[in-house]
């Protein structure tokens, strides 16, 4: 579990700056075989980072060296298409820890959310704020902090405020899942029965 928590994080950020992002294209369909979560980044994006002949094209973001970092900075409307949970296997498995956009296919966020995924909603002016600065600095860092529920641009010292629901906040800093959740639950239920007459 404890590799799992969130609480902060700074990092680089890789800059999608694409609009309408669907499932499809973040995994493709023909990739959806596997049971397992394990090598679906090796897919992310795959129609778009590789060529037919499975050589790279040059000119896509993830092929760049000059953009790394465990934040995906993605167009608005992200993850929107079909309701596969690969997407986020995708994303996780390649390294991203945040995904930030304006808006997010519900499904897609609460997927995100299960595979420890941190999706920050923000504004469309934030946003533009979060593509300039990379743009200009493609090693412009950024700062989350998930008990603040704060985007920071460290360059600028810009700070937006992000929602996120109380209970996917609380497993995401203890890095628990549904589970570890009801299990950390254990004692309080325990006592709460032996306090109980019968």
């Avoid at 519900?106 to 941190?118: M, R, V, Y």
Wanted: charged share 20%; with cysteine; aromatic share 12%.
């Amino acid at each position: 579990m404890s590799d799992k928590k969130f609480i902060t994080l700074t990092s680089t950020a890789v800059p999608v700056a694409i609009e309408n992002i669907d499932t499809d294209q973040i995994i493709p369909a023909r990739f959806l075989k596997a049971t397992t979560r394990e090598g679906f980044g090796n897919n992310l994006f795959r129609d778009w980072r590789f060529a037919a002949d499975g050589s790279e094209i040059k000119d896509f973001v993830l092929n760049n060296p000059l953009y790394k970092g465990q934040i995906l900075v993605a167009g608005k409307n992200f993850g929107c298409g079909s309701s596969r949970e690969h997407a986020a296997w995708a994303i996780a498995d390649y390294g991203f820890k945040v995904v930030i956009s304006s808006f997010f296919a519900d499904i897609f966020k609460n997927n995100a959310l299960n595979n420890f995924i941190l999706p920050i909603q923000v504004s469309d002016s934030y946003l533009a704020k979060l593509f300039m600065a990379i743009d200009k600095n493609p090693s412009a860092a950024f700062e989350i902090n998930l008990e603040l529920q704060t985007i920071t641009i460290l360059s600028t010292a810009e700070t937006e405020h992000f929602d996120i629901n109380t209970y996917k906040k609380t497993c995401l800093i203890n890095g628990y899942d549904d589970i570890d959740y009801l299990l950390s639950l254990k004692e309080n239920v325990i006592q709460y029965e032996k306090s109980k007459p019968y």
